[in-house]
C-alpha cells in the first residue's frame, strides 16, 4: 500500500490518524510533524488522507474485532459538502461502531438499510436499545423476521429484544456528540437551498426564502434591517470574535444576529466589488505621501488535492518603511474547474489564470493616484511572468523574486549572470522560523547588477491587442546566506526589480521590500487555521462564501 511513498509509512499512517480522529488541520499537523524533524507539506498530509482513508476502512473492516451482544441504534444530521444529511449509526454497549449510513430522509425505509447491513456483517445481536421511536421497532421486527427465516435453524433462534428507552440510549448520543464536534456541524442556515429543500425540514429555518429572507412570502409584514446595518453587525462580530472561526451560528451569537448576518449574505444588493470598493477607498486615504508595498498572493478556499477549486487573491498595501498594513486594495476570486492545462501554450495571456498578477498591479496604480510617494508591487516566485514585467503600468515598480532561469539577450542565462558578479557587500538579517528550518539569524552576501531579458521563445509576439517586446531591462539583486547551520539549506534570494539598483544600500533597501512580503502570509494565517478558518466554511459558493471571505481578508486601516 505504501510502496514508492516518499515518507516512511509510519509517518503518513500517523498523520492520517492524528487528522481524521482529532480536531487537528492541515498545518497544524505540518507544524507538530516539523516540530518531530520530519518535512511534510500540508497538502501532502491531504493527499494521504485522501488516498489511504478508503483503503484503510477496508483494512479495518477485515480485522474489526467481536461486538458486544447490545446495540444502540439512533440518527442524528450533519452537514456533508454544503448539504444536510441524516446520519445513522449503530454502536454496542462498549461504544465500537457496528454499522453507519448517510441519508437524505429520515424514514422506515432507511432504518431498514441500515439494519440489514448490520446484521449482514455482524450476525444478531440479542438486544438492541432504542429511544422511543416507532419506526425502529418496526424496522427491527421486519429485519429480524427476514433474518430468521432466511435462517436454516429458525426455529432456535430467538427474537431479537427491544429495549425503548430514552435513559439508556444516551450512551449514543454521547457519541453523536463526538461525531460533530469532529465535522463542525454547527454553520447551519448557510445555504437554503441545501438545508431548507422543498419538502424537507432538517433545520428550525425551514420555509425562509431562497434569498436569505429578504422576499420570503412574509416580507411585507416583517420590519428588517437594512444591509449597511447588518454589515457594520458582521465587522463588529468579526472584530470581537477574531480567532475562534468565522462560522455564521459562531459569529451571530444567537438565532437573531443569526438572521442578521444570513440576511446580509444573501442580500443581492450586497455584492463582493461592492465591498472591494469599500475596502479600497479606505485604504486610498491613508497612502498619502507614503512609500506604498502592494503585496500580493494566491490561497486556496475551497479546494481540491487536485488544485480544483475556489481560490482568493487579496491584494494589500503596506508602509515600506515600518512595514505597518494600511488596508485591502483588491481582490480577485478564481473558480478553477480544470481541463485548461493542455491549451495553456495557446491560449493569449488575457484567458489565462496568471492574469491576476498584471490585473493586481493595475488595480495598485489608484494608490498612485490616490497621493501615494511610490507604489511597488511585491510578489513570491509566481508572479515571475514576462507579460507583467513587459506591460507593468505607469508610476508601478515591480518586485518579484526569480523563479525560472530566463535567458538573456546576449546569450547567457540569468542565473549564471549573477554568479559572476563581485559581492558588493553584506548584511544581516532575521530568517523567522518554517515548517523544517528554526528562526535564525543569517548573513547575506549581495550581488546586484542589470540584466535585459529576452522576450521567451514560447511566447508570441502579439499578447492580445499589445505587442509583446523582444526585451525587458531590469535591476537583480542577489542574496545567499554565507555558512548556514550545518544540515540546513542556506537562504538564496535573486530579486527582480524595476526600480534603479545602483550601490549596496539599494541592493540592502530592495531586499528589506521583499522581506515584508511576509506580510501577507501573515494575513493569510490569520483568515485560515489560526484565526477566522475560512476554510471550514458551508456557504454556498456564488456570493455567501466570497462575501464572508472577503470580510475578515480586510485588514483594518486606521
Known amino acids: 500500500m505504501f510502496k514508492g511513498r516518499h515518507f516512511d509509512q509510519s509517518v503518513i499512517l500517523l498523520c492520517v490518524r492524528w487528522y481524521l480522529a482529532y480536531n487537528l488541520s492541515l498545518r497544524d499537523l505540518e507544524e507538530m510533524m516539523a516540530e518531530r524533524g520530519v518535512a511534510v507539506d500540508h497538502s501532502t498530509v491531504n493527499r494521504w488522507v485522501r488516498c489511504f482513508s478508503p483503503v484503510l476502512l ?32 449503530a454502536i454496542d454497549s462498549v461504544g465500537d461502531t457496528v454499522e453507519f449510513m448517510l441519508s437524505e430522509q429520515r424514514d422506515l425505509l432507511a432504518a431498514k438499510r441500515l439494519l440489514r447491513k448490520a446484521l449482514h456483517r455482524h450476525g444478531r445481536p440479542g438486544r438492541i436499545v432504542i429511544d422511543g421511536s416507532q419506526t425502529y421497532q418496526e424496522a427491527i421486527i421486519a429485519c429480524d423476521s427476514e433474518s430468521r427465516l432466511r435462517h436454516q435453524t429458525a426455529r432456535r433462534l430467538k427474537p ?21 464536534r469532529r465535522v463542525r456541524p454547527y454553520d447551519i442556515h448557510t445555504s437554503w437551498g ?30 428588517r434591517r437594512s444591509a449597511e446595518r447588518c454589515g457594520i453587525f458582521l465587522h463588529q462580530r468579526l472584530v470581537s470574535a477574531g480567532g475562534w472561526g468565522s462560522s455564521v451560528r ?68 503596506a508602509d515600506a518603511t ?27 495571456f488575457a484567458d489565462k489564470d496568471s492574469r491576476r498578477w498584471l490585473d493586481g498591479a493595475e488595480s495598485a496604480r ?20 514576462y507579460e507583467c514585467f513587459a506591460f507593468k503600468p505607469d508610476h508601478v515598480e515591480k518586485l518579484v523574486r526569480a523563479a525560472q532561469d530566463r535567458l538573456l539577450a546576449d546569450g547567457t542565462h540569468l542565473f549564471a549572470a549573477a554568479e559572476s558578479w563581485p559581492e558588493a557587500g553584506q548584511m544581516t ?61 542556506p537562504a538564496h534570494w535573486r530579486l527582480l526589480t524595476t526600480h534603479q539598483v545602483t550601490d549596496l544600500a539599494d541592493a540592502r533597501r530592495i531586499i528589506g521590500f521583499y522581506r515584508l512580503r511576509w506580510t501577507i502570509e501573515q494575513l493569510f494565517r490569520t483568515t485560515k487555521t489560526k484565526g477566522f478558518d475560512i476554510e471550514a466554511l458551508r456557504q454556498q459558493e456564488g456570493g455567501p462564501l466570497e462575501k464572508l471571505v472577503t470580510a475578515p481578508s480586510s485588514p483594518p486601516s486606521r
Open 58 to 89: 477496508e483494512r479495518f473492516n477485515l480485522r474489526k474485532r467481536a461486538l458486544s451482544g447490545r446495540w444502540h441504534m439512533d440518527e442524528t444530521y450533519i452537514k456533508v459538502r454544503g448539504q444536510w444529511m441524516y446520519l445513522y449509526r
Open 160 to 180: 431479537i429484544r427491544i429495549r425503548r428507552s430514552q435513559y439508556l440510549n444516551n450512551r449514543i448520543e454521547q457519541d453523536h456528540r463526538r461525531i460533530k
Open 194 to 223: 441545501a438545508s431548507c429543500g422543498v419538502g424537507e425540514s432538517l433545520t428550525p429555518y425551514c420555509g425562509d426564502s431562497a434569498e436569505g429572507g429578504a422576499d420570503g412570502p412574509w416580507f411585507w409584514g416583517i420590519r
Open 250 to 317: 459562531a459569529l451571530g451569537g444567537g438565532r437573531s444576529g443569526e438572521m442578521r448576518i444570513t440576511r446580509f449574505l444573501h442580500n443581492p444588493k450586497v455584492t463582493v466589488g461592492a465591498m472591494l470598493g469599500t475596502a479600497s477607498a479606505r485604504t486610498c486615504l491613508q497612502v498619502r505621501g507614503r512609500h506604498v508595498l502592494a503585496i500580493q498572493d494566491t490561497t486556496s478556499v475551497r479546494v481540491d488535492e487536485k488544485g480544483i477549486g475556489l481560490s482568493v487573491h487579496p491584494l494589500i498595501a
Open 322 to 348: 515600518s512595514g505597518f498594513v494600511l488596508g485591502l486594495v483588491d481582490a480577485f476570486f478564481l473558480d478553477r474547474r480544470g481541463g485548461v492545462k493542455a491549451t495553456r501554450t495557446k491560449r493569449d
Open 366 to 385: 489608484r494608490l498612485w493616484a490616490a497621493g501615494a510617494a511610490c507604489v511597488t508591487v511585491v510578489e513570491d516566485r509566481e508572479g515571475d511572468i
Open 429 to 489: 538579517v532575521a530568517l523567522p522560523a518554517i515548517p523544517g528550518r528554526k528562526a535564525r539569524t543569517a548573513t547575506l552576501g549581495v550581488r546586484f547588477g542589470r540584466v535585459e531579458i529576452a522576450r521567451p521563445r514560447n511566447r508570441k509576439a502579439q499578447a492580445g491587442t499589445r505587442v509583446l517586446p523582444k526585451t525587458v531591462t531590469l535591476s537583480m539583486v542577489d542574496a545567499r546566506e554565507i555558512d548556514p547551520p550545518h544540515g540546513q539549506e
